[in-house]
């Protein structure tokens, strides 16, 4: 059974740019949620996808979005990135409701 | 929304030494994860108890809903056992996990 992935482990990009951040949920899990955990900090909610349908969002603005795709796999795009958004970003998958399984994460570092 | 405390924040042990974590949340929860965060970042669950005792290993965790505590044994403490230990839980009618901020344990030699 292959666990949480995601793409890619390190990244810079410069105040202004775009950036898109991938996940693979584990077999059998219909539900992606992301996370921004800054330097210190909790892992803080970003949102949530539910087969395909944004299923709740955390106190992020609209320039965080998201999809999901029919093999349950999800993208985190940011766009006009802050120096505020360097941080490590998140993935978990689970069965709707249940118990969250993390993937690795990518650390994003904004300049 | 629903908060989450975590106590202490920092804790050092010689090896071989035990250890009480404790996560307080402010209402009712539907779950409840404990989590260890190795230095890459990487977090692993620990257990997943709503409610209850568990144990694992040398890790056991009880969690008294109606009481709105959970606390994670750690026995015969482990230089490996080092990193960050958090708590977090799924609010009742939600679907999101709210993390407390944490214990950094250092276990050493």
């Known amino acids: 059974e292959t666990g949480v992935t995601q793409s890619p482990t390190h990244l810079i990009k410069t105040r202004g740019q775009q950036v898109t951040l991938r996940c693979s949920s584990q077999?059998?899990?219909?539900?992606v949620s992301w996370y921004q955990q800054a330097l210190g900090q909790g892992p803080q909610f970003i949102f949530q996808?539910?087969?395909?349908?944004?299923?709740g969002r955390g106190n992020f603005p609209p320039r965080f979005s998201g999809l999901q795709f029919p093999n349950y796999s999800s993208e985190l795009n940011v766009n006009a990135l802050e120096l505020d958004d360097s941080a490590l970003y998140l993935c978990a998958s689970s069965p709707q409701g249940y118990e969250q399984y993390f993937g690795p994460g990518t650390r994003l570092t904004v300049t | 929304g629903i908060q989450v405390e975590q106590s202490p924040p920092d804790l050092i042990l010689q090896e071989g030494a035990n250890s009480t974590l404790r996560c307080n949340f402010s209402?009712?929860?539907?779950?409840l994860q404990w989590f260890h965060q190795n230095p890459w970042g990487q977090l692993i669950n620990l257990f997943y108890i709503p409610s209850g005792t568990k144990q694992n290993g040398r890790l056991s965790a009880t969690t008294v809903a109606t009481e709105r505590y959970s606390l994670l044994y750690i026995s015969s403490s482990q230089t490996t056992d080092s990193g960050v230990y958090f708590c977090?839980?799924?609010?009742?009618?939600?679907?999101?996990?709210?993390f407390g901020k944490g214990t950094m344990l250092l276990v050493s030699p």
């Open positions: 977090a839980v799924l609010n009742s009618g939600y679907s999101t996990l709210t």
């Open positions: 077999s059998g899990h219909n539900t």
């Open positions: 996808y539910y087969r395909e349908e944004e299923n």
């Open positions: 209402d009712s929860v539907n779950n």
